[in-house]
């Protein structure tokens, strides 16, 4: 019979290309890695594995057993999946991960009202925000993910995951509060600000692209970008210090100490918060329960926030 940890781990060294990658992704060590590779080759009789300089490769047996993989890997999730939720016991750990505004805003609010309802369930919250989490969601290195989408960025397909937008929010532009573009209370021309620096968030994350997007499809220029950072804190800071910025409604419960905040004038650029889980997945009683009190808090954020829009 072969053992499902050890066929993740192959699937894996297909993936990553490394022992290394695969420890790093699944928290083993190398050897460790090694060493279930090893055992799983004499589980199945034949060589699965072989040196490559000092790199292990895929045999043509071991790709055979890969290609399998997904399906035996899938076929055990849902039959847990099943178990559980025939049971109706609300236990267990739901992973999720979040970007800065949706763990303070939803997640965070949601965990006391989740651990007096459910005090079997653990609910682990992750701070991340680039676009890998989705790959993450797709592997089950995850259960859920809280992520963000922009008007102005094509957001890429996951045909396996289901989703759901909570709410949409427009993105404000921040100036200095003695920028002589700031001194008017109405919107600010992206068009006006070629001449800028910028601070916006780390590459790879959806908050880089949309500025970049938005200055360039709406303003015609490509943003000097100074500063990068996914924390608020840091963004205003450098606003403070002579930068610009794109930032959401819900970053702000208040205008910032020296910050001046607009609309933008040419466009109205919005961000969707997008909750998405393999789909499937919401059977399972832990991961239905934390949905239902994600969606309860946006509901509520939504009802006491009127620049958030329901979808």
Known sequence: MLDLGRLRILRELRRRGTAGAVAEALGYSPSAVSQQLAQLQREVGVPLVERAGRRLRLTAAGEALAGHADALLDGARRAEEDARAASGRVTGRVEVVGFQTAILHLLAPALPRLAAAYPDLVVEIHDDEYVRVLQALVQQEVDLVLSCEYSHVRAPAHPELAEEVLFTEPMRLLLPERHPLALAAGP??????????????????????????????????RPDVRQRSNDLLVIFAMVRAGSAAIVPELAMEQEPPGVAVRPIAEADVRRRMVLRWRTGADARPPVRAVLDEVRARAAALAAERPALARE
């Open 188 to 221: 600010v021309r992206l068009a006006d600000l070629g001449g800028a620096t910028w601070a916006t968030g780390h590459l790879g994350t959806g908050h880089a692209d949309v500025v970049a997007s938005a200055c360039a499809e709406l303003g015609g220029f």
